[in-house]
T-cell receptor
Framework: DAGVTQSPTHLIKTRGQHVTLRCSPI?????VSWYQQVLGQGPQFIFQ???????GRGNFPDRFSARQFPNYSSELNVNALLLGDSALYLC??????????FGPGTRLTVL | QKEVEQNSGPLSVPEGAIASLNCTYS??????FFWYRQYSGKSPELIMS????GDKEDGRFTAQLNKASQYVSLLIRDSQPSDSATYLC?????????????FGAGTTVTVRA
């Protein structure tokens, strides 16, 4: 079975632009979570969705938004990009338990 | 205070030795704990989960959980160069907190051949 997939792999944007990151969970998994990992730190929780409903939100500004589609895939949107948004963005999928499996990530560079 | 803290490392061990990694957490409501391995430039890979006090063994890895003292540890026996990576400790409050994973900053392990 395929694991979690994310696209794109790498992305370069300039300050003020908008970005959309995409994630497809493991088949049969209904929950998707998004994390941001900056260099030298552990991942920080951004959002969790289950059955298309937002179940949790981390301490991130309103510039960050997400949604989950009927096929359980998900998008993370970031508006008005700042230099500090440069990071590895990780998507994790899970069933109804708390064991989360991560995708390969999208590395975002903001110039 | 951070929710999850790891001994800062980095940790360097000779091949064949035991690598010991420690993690403490602040919220007594935390229910589940996970160890992830992250190679440089890659995403975290789940290697162990532990939910109950005591030890859990999986191959060369042993996770230990002590809820009274609020710490989690990971032992890597017979360390191999391929074990060189950053190890992330994570905890969750479970359903109460939407299964949000709270991560430590990670401990970088280097296994010397």
């Amino acid at each position: 079975d395929a694991g979690v997939t994310q696209s794109p792999t790498h992305l370069i944007k300039t300050r003020g632009q908008h970005v959309t990151l995409r994630c497809s969970p493991i088949s049969g998994h209904k929950s998707v979570s998004w994390y941001q990992q900056v260099l030298g730190q552990g991942p920080q929780f951004i959002f969790q969705y289950y059955e298309k409903e937002e179940r949790g939100r981390g301490n991130f500004p309103d510039r960050f938004s997400a949604r989950q589609f009927p096929n359980y895939s998900s998008e993370l949107n970031v508006n008005a990009l700042l230099l500090g948004d440069s990071a590895l963005y990780l998507c994790a999928s899970s069933t109804t338990t708390d064991t989360q499996y991560f995708g390969p990530g999208t590395r975002l560079t903001v110039l | 205070q951070k929710e999850v803290e790891q001994n800062s490392g980095p940790l360097s061990v000779p091949e064949g030795a035991i690598a010991s990694l420690n993690c403490t957490y602040s919220d007594r409501g935390s229910q589940s704990f996970f160890w992830y391995r992250q190679y440089s430039g890659k995403s975290p890979e789940l290697i162990m989960s532990i939910y109950s006090n005591g030890d859990k063994e999986d191959g060369r890895f042993t996770a230990q959980l002590n809820k009274a003292s609020q710490y989690v540890s990971l032992l890597i026996r017979d360390s191999q160069p391929s074990d060189s990576a950053t190890y992330l400790c994570a905890g969750t409050l479970g359903w109460v907190n939407d299964y949000k994973l709270s991560f430590g900053a990670g401990t970088t392990v280097t296994v010397r051949a």
